[in-house]
């Protein structure tokens, strides 16, 4: 088994992360992840099992202004880890996607939490969620424990999800994320369809 549980977070407008603060997302959380996970995957195909944990968060799923360099590495190691899990499952492979809330680890320790120079222009509109990031830390209702014995209960299961939400907040905010998406999805599919070319069938793809 390995566990891609690497990376920090970050709070900052777009305008105010500048390009190397951008990367060090990129790089952290899906960078690393995936040369890890591409270290291990000959040895696990050799034995016909394995399961690749890779620690997402609520942010791979949804974000909000403030977090957006942090999403983007998490959305990226979703979108990777997701392909990934078909191109494996042949060889006996799982991948599980974990989406923690707010967790009681060191994540938001005014130490850890890394956050852009604030601007005149957005100072307003984040202030308040660069104080409550800090003012969190200690008083998180995830027990990373319980965190612990559910992943392992899943990689130990013969059958597990793609992804799993850990805690009530993650539970809440993914799920009306998903239904207010699908809700716009099909609000607008007519116009969306309309890009096609008159009378020609949908795409077959092979997957």
């Not at 509109?125 to 998180?140: F, P, S, T």
């Amino acid at each position: 088994m390995l566990v891609n549980n690497g990376g920090v977070g970050q709070i900052g407008a777009a305008e105010e992360v500048d390009d190397a603060r951008l990367r060090d997302m990129i790089e952290q959380h899906l960078l690393g992840p995936a040369a890890l996970t591409r270290a291990v995957l000959p040895g696990m195909r050799t034995t016909g099992a394995g399961t690749i944990v890779q620690i997402s968060s609520q942010g791979g799923r949804v974000s909000f202004p403030g977090a957006g360099s942090y999403s983007a590495g998490k959305f990226a190691l979703e979108g990777w880890s997701q392909a990934l899990a078909g191109e494996v499952a042949p060889f006996g492979i799982r991948v599980l996607i974990v989406e923690p809330s707010r967790f009681r680890t060191g994540f938001n320790a005014a130490d850890v939490l890394e956050f852009a120079p604030s601007s005149s222009t957005y100072g307003d509109m984040l202030g308040a969620i660069r104080a409550d990031m800090l003012a969190v830390d200690g008083k998180q209702e995830g027990d990373p424990a319980r965190a612990a014995e559910i992943i392992r209960t899943l990689v130990d299961a013969e059958t597990a999800p793609l992804r799993i939400a850990l805690g009530r907040e993650a539970v809440r905010r993914i799920g009306d994320s998903y239904r207010s998406g699908l809700a716009e999805l099909e609000a607008y599919a007519e116009v969306s369809a309309g890009a096609d070319f008159p009378g020609v069938p949908e795409s077959v793809r092979p997957v």
